[in-house]
């Protein structure tokens, strides 16, 4: 069983915020920003590339629940979402997930190193 698929089954800890039946938030482990947390769907999908049409709900859930993740964690104001697709795109987890980066006190949308970072993921 997959890494995230044993988040979900609480057989590994994570520290929780948001679920409902068909997804999870939680903290990234290792946060490449001040605020970063991951979007899990219940459901074990290998990656963006392996989404078919029966998991339009799925993907739906992640996307409401950043928006649920960003008002808990008081980041609603400014944020990034990203999926990192196969090796190539930078995915190492191979379950399905969203990234929910925000840098509350030090982004500035004139700062163009800080949104390199930002795009850089
Ligand atoms: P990706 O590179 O898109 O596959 O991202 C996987 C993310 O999962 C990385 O940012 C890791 O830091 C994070 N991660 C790996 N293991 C755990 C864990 N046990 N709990 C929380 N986050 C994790
Ligand atoms: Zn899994």
């Given amino acids: ?14 520290n929780i915020i948001f679920e409902n039946d068909r997804v999870l938030a939680f903290r990234d482990i290792h946060p490449k ?4 947390a991951l979007m899990v769907t219940r459901k074990h999908i290998r990656s963006v590339n392996d989404l078919d049409s029966d998991d339009e709900k799925d993907i739906s859930a992640l996307l409401l629940a950043a928006k649920e993740v960003a008002q808990k964690l ?10 990192n697709v196969e090796r190539a795109g930078g995915q190492v987890i191979d379950h399905i997930h969203m990234h929910l980066l925000a840098w509350p006190n ?14 850089t993921l």
């Fill in 1 to 14: 069983m997959c890494i995230f698929c044993q988040i979900i089954e609480k057989k590994v800890a994570s």
């Fill in 33 to 36: 920003a001040p605020v970063h």
């Fill in 74 to 83: 008081n980041v609603a104001k400014g944020y990034k979402l990203a999926f």
């Fill in 106 to 119: 030090d982004l500035k949308e004139a700062d163009g190193h800080k949104q390199k970072e930002v795009m």
